[in-house]
């Protein structure tokens, strides 16, 4: 069956320490692969999207995001972490077809 | 201006009742989505409508009806409203399908009692 798991249900990071949110994602075919954020009371947004071109994507707020198929993992980071990072963050796979899976979010605390 | 619009943000209701959650977007985009995000925050597609034509409905209960008037507007009409449908409901609109671009609304809260 093709999911997506992200590892961490929460991380938590001091502002200005690197973020690392971790992504696998089940092997069948080549996937299409996201990350949304959704801040708190509002709708998600795209950070980043991966389609079989660049192995490393860069997103928006400083986000990127590798794709490595031998491990399969698409993992998110960012260098320095910001307060306005707080957030639940979804990592996302695509086989092709209209239906998006998501994984079950990672919530990012970010500690002044 | 705010891209893909949902009202109400927040509804309250009796079970047995029935319900309409209304979405428009202004972003010229061709395909709209209705998600359901549970109370663990896990989200699930329900319905995906492509110019007007539904192209995708998972598994959800036939009390749950989508329509979609013109290809900016998709609602969604709840008969007979159980506690289980408590739930954030999202829509969301992409230019195409299979991009996986999707934007999504600020949601709407759904509360059976």
């Known amino acids: 069956a093709q999911s997506v798991t992200q590892l961490d249900s929460h991380v938590s990071v001091s502002e200005g320490t690197p973020v690392l949110l971790r992504c696998n994602y089940s092997?069948?075919?080549?996937?299409?692969l996201f990350w949304y954020v959704q801040h708190p009371n509002k709708g998600l947004q795209l950070l980043l999207k991966?389609?079989?071109?660049?192995?490393l994507v860069k997103g928006i707020n400083g986000f990127e995001a590798e794709f490595k198929k031998s491990e399969t993992s698409f993992h998110l980071t960012k260098p320095s972490a910001h307060m306005s990072d707080a957030a639940e963050y979804f990592c996302?796979?695509?086989?092709?077809?209209?239906?998006?899976?998501f994984g079950t979010g990672t919530r990012l605390q970010v500690f002044p | 201006d705010t891209a893909v619009s949902q009202t109400p943000k927040y509804l309250v209701t009796q079970m047995g009742n029935d319900k309409s959650i209304k979405c428009e977007q202004n972003?010229?985009?061709?395909?709209m989505y209705w998600y359901k995000q549970d109370s663990k925050k896990f989200l699930k597609i329900m319905f995906s409508?492509?110019?007007?034509?539904?192209?995708i409905n998972e598994t959800v209960p036939n009390r749950f009806s989508p329509k979609s008037p013109d290809k900016a507007h998709l609602n969604l009409h709840i008969n007979s409203l159980e506690l289980g449908d408590s739930a954030v409901y999202f829509c969301?609109?992409?230019?195409?399908?299979?991009?996986?671009?999707?934007?999504f609304g600020e949601g709407s809260r759904l509360t059976v009692l």
């Open positions: 969301a609109s992409s230019h195409r399908t299979n991009t996986g671009e999707l934007f």
């Open positions: 092997s069948s075919y080549s996937p299409s």
């Open positions: 991966y389609t079989s071109a660049a192995t």
């Open positions: 996302v796979v695509s086989y092709n077809t209209d239906k998006l899976i």
């Open positions: 972003l010229g985009h061709d395909t």
């Open positions: 409508y492509n110019n007007k034509e539904l192209i």
